[in-house]
């Protein structure tokens, strides 16, 4: 079993920055691939990015490229989410996800465990 739990959500205006973090417990992340995700009200659970933790493998939705990076310490167990230029429309729930180092990242229904989720609010 692992666990998941988000920090770093808040309330930020637009343009300002956050940095979200993933603390595990239970098992170390070195076998796993690790995914952030977001959901707004009233809509479906989205990609954001996602990092395989054996090779730094990393994928972003095109909403977020070269605004976001996902990253990890292997020393933490931690995978953090910085959020720069943020928008409006990155209002949402945020999820930390982790599942097995073979998926490709993209899809939720792939992932084996979730945290309990973070809000960031982005106003304008």
């Known amino acids: 079993q692992v666990q998941l739990v988000e920090s770093g959500g808040g309330l930020v205006q637009a343009g300002g920055s956050l940095r979200l973090s993933c603390a595990a417990s239970?098992?170390?992340?070195?076998?796993?691939?690790m995914g952030w995700f977001r959901q707004a009200p009233g809509k479906e659970r989205e990609f954001v990015a996602t990092?395989?933790?054996?090779?730094?493998?990393?994928y972003y939705a095109d909403s977020v490229k070269g605004r976001f990076t996902i990253s990890r310490v292997n020393a933490k167990n931690t995978v953090y989410l910085q959020m720069n230029s943020l928008k409006p429309e990155d209002t949402a729930v945020y999820y930390c996800?982790?599942?097995?180092?073979?998926?490709?990242?993209?899809?939720?229904?792939?992932?084996?465990?979730w945290g309990q989720g973070t809000q960031v609010t982005v106003s304008s």
């Open positions: 990092i395989r933790w054996t090779d730094d493998i990393r």
């Open positions: 239970g098992r170390t992340l070195s076998s796993y691939r």
């Open positions: 996800a982790a599942g097995g180092s073979y998926i490709t990242g993209y899809d939720w229904n792939a992932y084996d465990y």
